[in-house]
């Protein structure tokens, strides 16, 4: 659960300040707990939920996209995560870090924990549209970042 709060939050100590909070909040809510999932998922969303919360009170709000402008790009093409055999999971997650917070936390939660866009939506308090869009344009700038580091343009 440390690891999971450390994808959020850079400190140390910030992650293990929100692990203990959640921890204390799952232990406090444990007759809530109905077994529809793992505990360690249930566990995990808390998690995430408490990572988020404290980002949010660290004034670091999450910029939602104007529903106005929103567009689904989600084709057959654009639907996949291809980068070249060279990129390491190591490069994925520094290139993952450097993208915009709108797009990095959706980005965060769909591919490293594994969540769908109707779970982001209600994690990050946004439409599953947004999620869609910010997920579909948060892939091209990773794709971006770890073309640029491929090919040495990168930083």
Known sequence: M????????????????????????????LHQYKAEVTFGAWLKRIVVNKSIDFLKSKKQQLVELDEV?????????????LVEDTVTVNDVRKAICKLPEKYKYVVMLYLIEGYDHEEISKILSITQVASRTQLSRGKVKLQELLTQQNNGTGY
Do not use: G, M, P
């Open 2 to 29: 440390y690891i999971v709060a450390k994808r959020f939050l850079k400190d140390a100590n910030d992650a293990e300040d929100v692990v203990q909070e959640a921890f204390i909040k799952a232990f406090s809510k």
């Open 69 to 81: 402008h929103l567009k689904v790009v989600d084709t057959a093409h654009n639907d996949k995560w």
